[in-house]
């Protein structure tokens, strides 16, 4: 049977990430590593739980005696590396979190499957790190990144995820590590934590509360619907070469001012009308701009379409319309998110904008 470590399996594209695994392969099992810090939660697996094809291990990935002992037990055919400190505004206020895991993490995790690929227990083994296309910097109005672009990253958490592909490519370079990567674009859908925009927007706007858009509003994203995320993994997983990077990205451009109007249009059709009766656009606040703000992001995805046929299925005003709808049908998984500290990641990050 071909057992998957899955690290991070717990926050948002992991957990999409392990039940489309378990959904894909009858005959697969999952190991899901995963600190659980305040993206990961337990709850975005509550239908697993009973799945006798998955273990949950609460675990760091920088703890190596630990990631010895899984690796030498389970005898993993391949991992699928997602575990990092994933958001940007975050990274601006505290980088040390994404150093420690992004790269010292990454760094342990490569030692350890080299050391168990080097040992001969599994010819066949795969590593698969999961990275951003925030490494490649920042797009003026034209053009699109390609996996030959050269690195430049502006955040301490794109700095590091750049930090972590580095190290990778070089142990596929240096200790022939069977290793491959993909580098993706925004991704949206369920179960993602509402720091990012489009949970944020969503929450937000159901609640009656402002919504704040960063500068100008006009900075563009190229967005992704999870579950084809998740299926680019496995494609590249499956059929990827050995070494390449694969950029994947949703033909989705969309500056934030319309993700907003969108999200607030869908809102005001399908939810219950604010108290005043106004449009959720009203809501809308430009807000003071995050420093080294990224302009434009945009994937050329066509490595992965012409060599392994893969290419996005969900457009973006279905992937939205579906994932605005996910957010009004689960409040339990909202509420049980946004008590506690999210509070007062949102006092901090928002109150003096
Ligand atoms: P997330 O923040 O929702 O989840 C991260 C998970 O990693 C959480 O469950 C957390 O508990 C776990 N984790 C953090 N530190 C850990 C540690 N030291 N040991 C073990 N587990 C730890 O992130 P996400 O949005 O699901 O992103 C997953 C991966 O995909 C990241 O590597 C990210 O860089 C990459 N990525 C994300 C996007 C996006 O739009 N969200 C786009 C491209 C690439
Ligand atoms: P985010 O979801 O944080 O992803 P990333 O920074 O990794 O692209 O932000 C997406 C875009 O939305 C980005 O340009 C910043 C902007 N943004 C806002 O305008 N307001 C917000 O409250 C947030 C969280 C993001």
Not at 52 to 75: A, N, P, S, W
Not at 228 to 241: M, N, P, W, Y
Not at 295 to 311: T, V
């Amino acid at each position: 049977m071909t057992t998957y470590l899955v690290t991070g399996g717990a926050g948002f594209i992991g957990s999409n990430f392990v039940r489309h695994l378990l959904t894909s392969e009858p005959d697969c099992r999952v190991v899901n590593l995963d600190k659980l810090t305040y993206a990961g939660n337990l709850g975005n697996l509550a239908d697993l739980a009973e799945n006798t094809r998955y273990r949950f291990v609460e675990g760091d990935i920088c703890d190596r005696d630990l990631l010895e002992v899984l690796f030498t037990k389970e005898q993993f055919s391949a991992v699928v590396h997602f575990a990092a400190e994933s958001h940007v505004d975050r990274s601006i206020h505290g980088p040390a979190e994404f150093i420690q895991t992004n790269i010292i993490g990454t760094f342990a995790l490569l030692e350890t499957a080299r050391k168990y690929f080097e040992s001969g227990q599994n010819q066949n083994f795969r590593f698969l790190h999961v990275s951003t296309d925030e490494v490649y910097g920042s797009l003026g109005e034209t053009g699109l990144f390609s996996e030959t672009t050269p690195y430049d990253p502006h955040s301490p958490y794109s700095a590091s995820k750049a930090s972590s592909d580095h190290l990778v490519s070089a142990y596929f370079h240096t200790y022939g590590l069977p290793t491959l990567m993909t580098n993706c674009s925004n991704n949206y859908g369920p179960y993602q934590f509402p720091e990012k925009l489009i949970p944020l927007i969503i929450n937000n706007a159901l609640q009656g509360k402002e919504l704040p858009v960063y500068g100008d509003g006009k900075n563009v994203r190229d967005w992704l619907y999870v579950v084809d995320h998740c299926q680019a993994i496995l494609t590249v997983l499956k059929s990827g070469r050995l070494g390449e990077t694969y950029n994947v990205g949703g033909n989705s451009e969309k500056q934030n001012i319309e993700v907003v109007h969108t999200i607030c249009d869908i809102l005001d059709e399908v939810a219950s009308p604010l108290p005043d009766n106004s449009s959720r656009r009203s809501l809308i606040r430009f807000v003071t701009d995050r420093p080294g703000h990224d302009r434009r992001y945009a994937i050329d995805a066509s490595k992965i379409k012409n060599e392994l046929g893969w290419e996005p299925t969900v457009d973006f005003s279905g992937g939205i319309r579906e994932t605005v709808e996910w957010y009004l049908t689960n409040p339990e998984w909202v509420e049980a998110i946004l008590s506690g500290s999210y509070r007062d990641y949102y006092d901090k990050m928002y109150k003096d904008r």
